[in-house]
């Protein structure tokens, strides 16, 4: 089992930025590749960005792309989502996930494992 404590959300203006952090226990994440969720209010929950589980790829949505980045430090069982010029449509509650994956470089999209309770993002002026 991984628990996961994602946390750094809050209120932000348009244009400005927020790192989120998810806190990883019960075992290590060095065997799973990582990712962030997003659901807006009145949405489902749909994909934002993944890493893998050697941190040498990334997969994210068009509409993150060149604004958010994904990182992970497996000696600390923690991964992270920085979040540039961020805009009234990224509002909505992000989620952390786990995959249990057995290829060094795998970023899947779906069919994530261990999801966190996710922590809320509000872009507004």
């Known amino acids: 089992q991984v628990q996961l404590v994602e946390s750094g959300g809050g209120l932000v203006q348009p244009g400005g930025s927020l790192r989120l952090s998810c806190a990883a226990s019960?075992?290590?994440?060095?065997?799973?590749?990582m990712g962030w969720f997003r659901q807006a209010p009145g949405k489902e929950r749909e994909f934002v960005v993944a890493?893998?589980?050697?941190?040498?790829?990334?997969n994210s949505v068009d509409s993150v792309k060149g604004r958010f980045t994904i990182s992970r430090v497996n000696a600390e069982n923690t991964v992270y989502l920085q979040m540039n010029s961020l805009k009234p449509e990224d509002t909505a509650v992000y989620y952390c996930?786990?995959?249990?994956?057995?290829?060094?470089?795998?970023?899947?999209?779906?069919?994530?494992?261990?999801w966190g309770q996710g922590t809320r993002v509000t872009v507004s002026s």
């Open positions: 890493i893998s589980r050697s941190g040498g790829s990334t």
């Open positions: 019960g075992r290590s994440i060095r065997s799973y590749a």
């Open positions: 996930a786990a995959k249990e994956v057995y290829v060094s470089d795998y970023v899947p999209r779906l069919s994530y494992d261990y």
